[in-house]
């Protein structure tokens, strides 16, 4: 499927800045408003919607700690790891014995996907727990294996360059995406391929955030807006939607703790996070958006 453009191309979210002096509940709802203004670049775009998912002050301040985890043990790679188009779309341009390299690695489920016929996998992550996951799982299953501890693109001039480079679930993560996506072609040989949820992977928590914080949070971006980016970098991408699992704590009381502190909860509210989380059982499944585009100098897809 060729890129689309951006249904969002013509208006532009502008984030309305919070009130110091606003209380925190009126303060919270006021901080996510968004309007539609000027033109701005795709890419702008692009980081004024991610801005919009900044918690207001007031409530990070009350928190003991950060909220925004990436708990090791949900990206651990799993005994069998699901088919689907972005693995294959990232195998078809693999040689036989080719090397991958995984940014926002986690456990490494992208990277392994591929091996066979990868031979070879390059991990980055900034976390270091992610990267010592990432390299067991190399080592269980006989890959060569390097892995670089850091921020991408920050990184890039240590990593090699790869057949193939992938990144899942890491956009949603990265304001300054033009960078981002322009140093992962500059290491693919072949293809590069990311993989990304329809919506904000925290918008399974919008129920929780009104309930305990009558917050209101933002609906965007979307992959139509990062093919949106990529059309503007004179990237050619294409992209294809499917339905995935949504990959979650499986034990209630694991996932009470996780959804307590990314909502800036203190402990002692942990058991209502839990009671709210029975009430609401998150969905089991998501709509995924794979996109990928030719890189190095064959550029044939
Ligand atoms: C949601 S997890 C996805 C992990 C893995 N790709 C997967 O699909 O299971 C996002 C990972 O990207 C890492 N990450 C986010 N932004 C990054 C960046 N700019 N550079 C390197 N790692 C990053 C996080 O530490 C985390 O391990």
Redesign the pocket.
Known sequence: MATTSSKRSLASPRVTAASAATPVAHRAVASCRVSWDVKLSAADRWRAALEAWAIPEAIVASASQSPWI?PPAL?DVPKSIEPSPSHDRAREALPSGGTVL??????G??AFALAPPAARVIG????VE?LTMFRANAVDRGLSVETIEG??PAVADRAPVADVAVA???AY??ADVVP?LAALGAHARHRVVLELPDRH?LASLDGAWRHFWNLERPDGPTPEDLLAVLDEMGIAAHSTSFVGRLRAETDLDQAAHFTRIRLCLPAEREAEVRDFLVAHPPSTTRELTTIWWPAGPGQSD
């Open positions: 990436h990206f995984d940014v926002g690695c986690g456990g489920v992208a980055v992550d900034h976390q992610m921020f991408w899942h679930h890491v993560n990265v981002f992977p």
